[in-house]
């Protein structure tokens, strides 16, 4: 599903209203909310959001659980680290277990702690599907998503359900979920805008398929619902949905 925004602050508010009933029916269904947080630019003023009423009494905190669709492998008082983003303006500001926080970081090696995160995820989910109840998303002006990047291997994975590997291009190692297990989640959510993304968007919705040059390509939840949540700049190129 696409929806076009006039603005990015409504667009905001609209993914914390989907936030807060994507958290509210996964409490009522099982007991807890699994949701997997992203990093950039996009989705701060939906964190900002979440951390004040009235979305902030509306979720259940204490039975969330959090995690990362991605990361850049630097420490958590790194700038650049999506974990610190998150946690400035969102997790130390609402009531949510410290306990229930899993940052993609730790002090070894960045491919051992893809296996360890991995772990962690199968001992979440134990013997049920590993459907996370929301991914949140963004797109790159190249149309990578999370840590898929055009042109890497991860892009071929097919069992793992994390995995990390140095980047090249931005001299610097990734840790990422694979397109598998964001495949599994019950719901997934884009949120793209600007000018920039506009070229990536057009391919990825409407282009031919080529997943290796637009990554983003590869999420569509096998059994869950695709969200893309986009402001007008991002869908100037769309044919389909104008």
Same mark, same amino acid.
């Not at 051992?112 to 998303?137: M, N, R, T, V």
């Not at 397109?179 to 884009?190: M, S």
């Given at each position: ?29 099982? %007991? ?8 950039? &630019? ?7 959001? $979440? ?7 509306? =979720? ?8 990362? %669709? ?22 130390? +500001? ?11 970081? /730790? ?8 296996? +360890? ?20 998303? %963004? ?7 999370? &840590?898929?990047? *055009?042109?890497?291997? =991860? $892009?071929?994975?097919?069992? !793992?359900? =994390?995995?990390?590997?140095? $980047? ?11 397109? *598998? ?12 805008? %600007? /000018?920039?993304?506009?070229?990536? $968007? ?7 398929? #080529?997943?290796?040059?637009? *990554?983003?390509?590869?999420? #569509?939840?096998?059994?869950? &619902? ?9 869908? !100037? ?6």
């Amino acid at each position: 599903m696409v929806t076009i925004f006039k603005d990015t602050a409504y667009l905001s508010q609209q993914a914390a209203e989907l936030f807060v009933q994507a958290a509210q029916e996964a409490v009522q269904k099982n %007991g807890r909310f699994t949701v997997a947080l992203t990093g950039g &630019s996009s989705p701060k003023q939906l964190y900002q959001l $979440l951390a004040q009423a009235p979305y902030k009494e509306q =979720v259940p905190w204490q039975q969330t659980y959090i995690f990362w %669709g991605d990361e850049r492998w630097v420490p958590l008082t790194d700038e650049r680290s999506n974990a610190k983003m998150a946690k400035e303006l969102l997790l130390d +500001k609402v009531p949510v277990p410290q306990e229930q926080i899993y940052p993609m970081w /730790d002090e070894m090696e960045p491919e051992k702690y893809a296996q +360890k995160y991995e772990q962690i995820l199968k001992d979440h989910f134990q013997d049920q599907s590993p459907a996370f109840d929301l991914i949140l998303l %963004g797109m790159g002006d190249d149309g990578h998503t999370a &840590s898929l990047f *055009p042109g890497t291997e =991860v $892009l071929q994975e097919k069992s !793992s359900w =994390v995995q990390a590997y140095y $980047l090249a291009p931005q001299s610097m190692y990734r840790i990422t979920l694979t397109a *598998p297990l964001i495949n599994q989640a019950k719901r997934v959510l884009f949120m793209t805008f %600007g /000018d920039g993304k506009a070229q990536a $968007l057009h391919e990825v919705l409407e282009g031919e398929r #080529n997943p290796e040059q637009y *990554p983003s390509q590869l999420i #569509n939840p096998l059994n869950g &619902s695709l969200y893309w949540y986009v402001d007008d700049k991002a869908a !100037s190129r769309l044919e389909k949905f104008k």
